[in-house]
């Protein structure tokens, strides 16, 4: 079992960055992910990471966006750049993943970001 809060969402304007975290109870799980669900639609898969390091990106945010983890701190990351309207959803940190897209049955309760136009 693990707890997972998010934070660091809000209202960006387009083009504007900003960061999002997720803090876990307990120790990292192998593979921690994000995902995001805007309103009317199915929550999908934006980023994961391996233990390793290893990180995939949606095409969708490739190049804008970009996952991390801190181990040490139990902290998992993701780089929100160039900012636009259709990135606007809540979004959700997962843990337990396998493999990275496929997402594991742990989520948190997931941060509103919010772009504007």
């Known amino acids: 079992q693990v707890q997972l809060v998010e934070s660091g969402g809000g209202l960006v304007e387009s083009g504007g960055s900003l960061r999002v975290s997720c803090q876990a109870s307990r120790a990292l799980f192998s593979v921690m992910g994000w995902y995001r669900q805007a309103p009317g639609k199915q929550r999908e898969f934006v980023a994961a990471?391996?233990?390793?390091?290893?990180?995939r990106h949606a095409d969708s945010v490739e190049g804008r966006f970009s996952i991390s983890r801190d181990n040490a701190k139990s902290a998992v990351h993701l780089q929100m750049d160039s900012l636009a309207p259709e990135d606007t959803a809540v979004y959700y940190c997962?843990?337990?993943?396998?493999?990275?897209?496929?997402?594991?049955?742990?989520w948190g309760q997931g941060t509103q970001v919010t772009v504007s136009s």
């Open positions: 990471i391996s233990r390793d390091g290893t990180r």
């Open positions: 997962n843990a337990g993943g396998r493999p990275l897209t496929t997402p594991g049955p742990y």
